[in-house]
């Protein structure tokens, strides 16, 4: 992931956007939330959030040790109230955990607070991504594939229902997925933000 901490900067000049709106990314484990997130956030000069990961500094302890003690039902309240926490705050890019869509709530705030990107991958390469990633406790069962497969049908969708745009991350590059993006916040800024 070397190239990530160089591709924010490299192949755009100056970016910006006419609104200070939150970014919200959405979409399954493995779609690259968190890595285009950084990348997109410092290409932009804005602050990045990973949810999980505040979650976890928050609480001192990986998300599946939350998963181990309070369920999933209580890492989803956690996720709520961070979600909430932070959508409120300008000039920031939010990577959302691949759960974040299931509750009614969270869905709200997303579509209501910012502008919601639905990072999307195909099956094969998301189990080709998260296959060997032990830190993923949803995924942690006897057939990971067909869990996955699972999920997708469940929460599929929901990316849809939130999503303001939804970009295909696929294996293009990272610099080159974070100009495409760039391009599309600054169409979607022209079209729904100047009028």
Avoid: W
């Amino acid at each position: 992931m070397n190239d990530t901490s160089r591709s924010g900067n490299t192949s755009i000049a100056n970016p910006s956007l006419p609104y200070d709106t939150p970014i919200f990314l959405v979409g399954m484990m493995g779609a690259g939330k968190t890595t285009i997130g950084r990348a997109l956030a410092r290409a932009l000069g804005r602050e990045f959030i990973d949810l999980d990961l505040v979650i976890e500094a928050r609480c001192g302890v990986p998300i599946s040790h939350i998963f181990e003690v309070e369920g999933e039902e209580g890492f989803r309240k956690r996720e709520t109230a961070m979600l909430n926490e932070y959508a409120t705050q300008n000039n920031l890019v939010l990577a959302t955990g691949g759960g974040a869509v299931l509750a009614p709530e969270n869905r709200h705030i997303l579509k209501t607070h910012g502008i919601v990107i639905y990072l999307r991958a195909r099956e094969d390469e998301l189990y080709r991504r998260i296959a060997k990633d032990r830190n993923r406790p949803l995924i942690q069962t006897q057939n990971p594939r067909a869990r996955l497969n699972e999920l997708l049908t469940l929460r599929t969708p929901l990316y849809n229902e939130v999503a303001h745009l939804t970009f295909d991350t696929g294996s293009m590059p990272i610099a080159q997925a974070v100009q495409s993006l760039v391009h599309l916040l600054q169409t979607y800024s022209h079209d729904h933000c100047s009028s």
